[in-house]
């Protein structure tokens, strides 16, 4: 039992270039979610899912998109990135709405 | 609008000593859950507790307690004979609006042995 894992650990990406982040959960839970944290700012959600196939806004959508396509994954893309985007980014999941939440080890990204 | 307000960003204390990690939120919701999260230096975080708005009991955990007290919409995390390994960020967070859960910005405990 893994519970969230996030693939990769650490990214290194130059202005421009895009990239996929991989969020993966064997706990079954219908929520999942993507944070990025920042010193200072706490965690901020970017997008989040109610289930396979839905996805929503976050509080800091712009410059990403995502992905649902199967219950277990949550896809986090970057179309074009930005220095702005430099950040540590964590996806979660639970079983519910409003109920705890289980990390990922999180994705250091730097954007040059 | 939910709001979590963690006012201490970082604090020292020696070994031993006890410490509390203050978390004042607002909500309009009428049932609500409250959590604490740590996030220790290797980076992870972890959930500690999860309380609903309709349960004002103290708890204990060994040697971590919390107090809830919605009359000052308070959920404040104490610590008992604290330890080096309790060097952390802690986040305290609000579940109140459908879906959605809003975290303070953590307070960063720093234990000298």
């Known amino acids: 039992n893994a519970g969230v894992t996030q693939t990769p650990k650490f990214r290194v990406l130059k202005t421009g270039q895009s990239m996929t982040l991989l969020c993966a959960q064997d706990?079954?839970?219908?929520?999942m979610y993507w944070y990025r944290q920042d010193p200072g700012m706490g965690l901020r959600l970017i997008h989040y899912?109610?289930?396979?196939?839905?996805?929503a806004k976050g509080e800091v959508p712009d410059g990403y998109n995502v992905s649902r396509l199967k219950k277990q994954n949550f896809l986090l893309g970057l179309e074009s990135a930005a220095p702005s985007q430099t950040s540590v980014y964590f996806c979660?999941?639970?079983?519910?709405?409003?109920?705890?939440?289980?990390f990922g080890p999180g994705t250091r990204l730097t954007v040059t | 609008a939910q709001k979590v307000t963690q006012a201490q960003t970082e604090i020292s204390v020696v070994e031993k000593e006890d410490v509390t990690l203050d978390c004042v939120y607002e909500?309009?919701?009428?049932?609500?859950?409250l959590f604490w999260y740590k996030q220790p230096p290797s980076g992870e975080l972890v959930f500690l507790i999860r309380?609903?708005?309709?349960?004002?009991q103290n708890e204990i955990s060994g040697r971590y307690s919390w107090n809830f007290q919605k009359s000052t919409s308070s959920f404040n995390f104490t610590i008992t004979a604290s330890q080096v390994v309790d060097s952390a960020v802690y986040f305290c967070?609000?579940?109140?609006?459908?879906?959605?859960?809003?975290f303070g910005i953590g307070t960063k405990l720093q234990v000298i042995p």
């Open positions: 979660a999941s639970s079983a519910g709405g409003r109920i705890e939440q289980y």
């Open positions: 706990m079954n839970h219908e929520y």
């Open positions: 899912s109610v289930g396979e196939g839905t996805t």
């Open positions: 909500t309009r919701d009428t049932t609500y859950y």
């Open positions: 309380r609903n708005s309709f349960d004002e």
């Open positions: 967070a609000l579940g109140g609006g459908y879906q959605k859960v809003t």
